[in-house]
């Protein structure tokens, strides 16, 4: 039975993910900062909880102890938008931004390195969930945006890198989540796809495991 971590899966995209892994008869470790919401996920969608926050040192040496010798999949899924609603970037509070950058790059770097020799054991798959903002520049989203874009970056070397696995930035799309109603405060955003909609994106590509890069879901959409 392989094996998935998944972080943020409390909600959205990451519990979407988790559940779907677990309907194809996956072991998914799902992470999540708020335990109840997260073991309340985990009840429904079946997947182990292992409450945390992943910019926290000890609980990512504890999801690692947790996911064992051989893992299958990394999803580097949790992540902040930052400052609500979201300021230009010349007037971006320091200490704020740099919360991005911890969640949104240096978390996910700290989690593979920890967990890098599990996924080569397995010749796994590394995903770092990415959005349009990192290649787009759209006035608000420079904080973001800036972090997606080095975590990018990062994602391209660790796949040049680390050559036995496979690693994936991948751009979901816009989505209805809480993250991207808190980009948009007080505007309706029910015409933006659930996160569900983007899940046979990801499954295609752990079925057909093409070489690392970056990969919007919209073209990875499973043609009928």
Do not use: C
């Amino acid at each position: 039975m392989p094996v998935a971590v998944v972080t943020g899966a409390s909600a959205g995209l990451g519990r979407a993910l988790a559940a779907a892994l677990v309907r194809r008869e996956w072991t998914v470790l799902g992470t999540g900062r708020d335990p109840g919401t997260l073991r309340a996920a985990a009840a429904e969608a079946g997947f182990t909880p292992v409450p945390g926050d992943v910019t926290d040192p000890v609980h990512r040496a504890r999801l690692a102890e947790a996911a064992g010798p051989r893992l299958d999949l990394l999803v580097n899924n949790a992540s902040t938008l930052g400052v609500s609603p979201l300021p230009p970037l010349v007037e971006y509070p320091p200490d704020e931004l740099e919360t991005v950058f911890r969640t949104n790059v240096f978390a996910p770097l700290a989690l593979a390195r920890l967990l890098l020799p599990a996924l080569a054991t397995a010749k796994g798959v590394l995903v770092n969930i990415s959005s349009d903002a990192a290649v787009e520049a759209y006035e608000g989203w420079g904080g973001y945006g800036s972090a997606k874009a080095a975590l990018d970056h990062l994602s391209a070397v660790l796949g040049v890198e680390n050559p036995e696995i496979a690693v994936y930035a991948v751009d979901p799309g816009n989505l209805r989540t809480a993250m991207h109603q808190a980009a948009f405060p007080g505007e309706d955003i029910s015409d933006r796809p659930l996160p569900e909609t983007a899940v046979p994106a990801f499954l295609r590509l752990l079925e057909e495991r093409p070489p690392s890069g970056r990969f919007k879901a919209a073209d990875l959409q499973v043609r009928s």
